[in-house]
Each structure stands twice: as structure tokens, then as C-alpha cells.
């Protein structure tokens, strides 16, 4: 199949070759994560033991004293000195390091806006990282009632360069990325595919990672926490004839092999619904 007759998206031209950029806008309201109720700079400045040493019993104790937040603590002749390394990284919101030091995930949203959020899924042609990927799906912000559905779509093992172009310049201003899996997979996956192609371009992004919170709320009410079995038996949304992840590998080098774009159709649609349903469970999460 000539590459132009691909029946979704566009041919996009950048430094590293040429892909599909399929584009759309979808509706989407996650107005409630930052209504100021939900999620708010509180859920982490209010956490002392984020403070080393500061356990439940002596939390307890510092809040009967009249210490109710890290910045109270900077005035504690004992706690004053572990507390400020804290207060120091919330004030300039730097996410990696409030995650180390044991903010949620979900909580370190409160450091971003509406705006400064990005959705990602990848589509890969196998689990390990020697292995190509073929698509980087995210949402963008776009408005107060929609985001942006952009897909970067490698017609062949040789579009991938210019995939993860595509998607390392719409990342760029993010401050969040949020993924389901995706401190596990998708991202060490897409930077480990960008030194395959030596590049070293580090995403500054804090990742956001949906799998875990989901874990401590269903799991044992659900059978698996698999992104489908979480929109099909919470957000209420079955998928209806989606294709296998197990077999999105082989269909993709089927396609490859033939050129039949009809084989990779159901897996673009698939990477649109895990996009779609992290997109749907966050504001439950929060």
C-alpha cells in the first residue's frame, strides 16, 4: 500500500523521517480534579510524615500541639531542619523529589494545572525495549469540555524515530504525564527507544502513574485491574469487540508484512479507549 493511501490521519515530516498524526478533539470534563475540593496544594503540605522520621504516633502528636502542616513545622526546634528539604521541593513544585520522598501519585497533581496534564499510551511490538514501538497516543489539553487526541502512528519499523519525535515535542511543556503502567512501561520504554536512536532527551515531566491508586481501591473487588476491566466495570463503558493487547504485536507485524491497514485499525481504536479511560477513572482517584 502506497504510503499516502493510509486511511487514517496525516503524513507528518519532521527531523527524524516522516509518520501518521491522527488528530482529533474529544470531550472530556476533568473539571472536578482541580475544582480546589478534589485536589489541592493541602493533600501534601498537610502530610508530616512526609518529614523523615515523623511516623502516625508522633504526627498525632505535633497536630494536638498546633502543628498541622510541614510549614508549621519549620518553626519546631526539632523538626524545623527535616521538615525545610520538603517545603523547599513542594515550593518549587518539583515532583520527582516530593514522589520520593513519598507523595501519592495522584496528590502530586495538585502541582499542575488542567492544562499542564498529558494522558500517554504506547503501542509496542513486543514487552522488552529492544523490541519497536509503532504508537505514542496522548491527550492534550485543548479546552474546559475537551482534549486532544493525537496519535503518532509508524507505518513501518522505520517511522519510529519520527514517532517519538512527534511525541517528545508535545510532551515538552508538560508538567504531568499520566500514564496506567506507565512508570513500569511506557515511559522507560519510550526513553530507552530514544537512546536506541542516541538521543538522550530526558522528559521533565513528573510521571503520574493510575495503576497503583486503581490497585488499592478494586482490587479486590474486581477481577484484574486491567486498564479494560477497570472502564468496563467502574466508568461503565464495555468494550465492545476491542482487540486482545496480547495480540497487538503480531497484528502490527502482520500489517507490516502486508501492507493491509484494516489489521491495524482496531489497535489505533484500542490505544483511543485506554486513552479515553485513564482520562474517565482519574477524577475518581483524586
Known amino acids: 500500500m502506497p504510503v499516502s493511501e493510509f486511511p487514517r490521519g496525516t503524513p507528518v515530516e519532521n527531523a527524524y523521517g516522516e509518520c501518521i498524526v491522527i488528530e482529533k478533539a474529544v470531550p472530556a ?25 515523623i511516623g502516625p504516633v508522633t504526627e498525632a502528636r505535633l497536630r494536638a500541639e498546633g502543628y498541622d502542616t510541614l510549614y508549621d513545622l519549620l518553626g519546631h526546634p526539632r523538626w524545623a531542619g527535616l521538615a525545610r528539604p520538603v517545603v523547599e521541593a513542594l515550593d518549587r513544585g518539583d515532583g520527582r523529589e516530593l514522589a520520593r520522598l513519598g507523595v501519592r501519585d495522584v496528590e502530586l497533581l495538585s502541582l499542575c494545572g488542567p492544562g499542564d496534564v498529558v494522558f500517554v499510551d504506547i503501542e509496542t511490538t513486543g514487552l522488552v525495549s529492544t523490541c519497536p514501538l509503532f504508537m505514542i497516543g496522548m491527550l492534550l489539553p485543548e479546552s474546559a469540555c475537551e482534549l486532544r487526541l493525537v496519535q503518532a502512528f509508524a507505518r513501518d519499523y522505520d517511522e519510529e524515530a519520527a514517532v517519538l519525535e512527534e511525541a517528545r515535542a508535545r510532551l515538552a511543556q508538560a508538567k504531568a504525564v499520566v500514564t496506567y503502567n506507565g512508570k513500569s512501561f511506557d515511559m522507560p520504554f519510550i ?28 482490587h479486590v473487588a474486581l477481577p484484574n485491574c486491567k486498564l479494560a476491566t477497570v472502564q468496563s466495570m467502574v466508568l461503565d463503558c464495555p468494550r465492545d469487540g476491542d482487540i486482545p493487547g496480547r495480540l497487538i504485536p503480531e497484528v502490527y507485524v502482520e500489517y507490516v508484512r502486508t501492507g493491509d491497514a484494516s489489521l491495524v485499525l482496531p489497535i489505533i481504536d484500542h490505544n483511543e479507549l485506554d486513552l479515553l479511560a485513564m482520562a474517565g477513572l482519574l477524577p475518581f482517584l483524586v
Open 29 to 53: 470534563d476533568l473539571g472536578s480534579v482541580w475544582d480546589g475540593k478534589s485536589l489541592d496544594g493541602s493533600c501534601i503540605s498537610s502530610n508530616l510524615q512526609l518529614v523523615y522520621g
Open 191 to 218: 526513553s530507552r527507544r530514544m537512546a536506541y536512536y542516541g538521543r538522550c532527551d530526558e522528559l521533565e515531566a513528573m510521571v503520574v502513574d493510575l495503576l497503583w491508586p486503581t490497585r488499592r481501591l478494586w
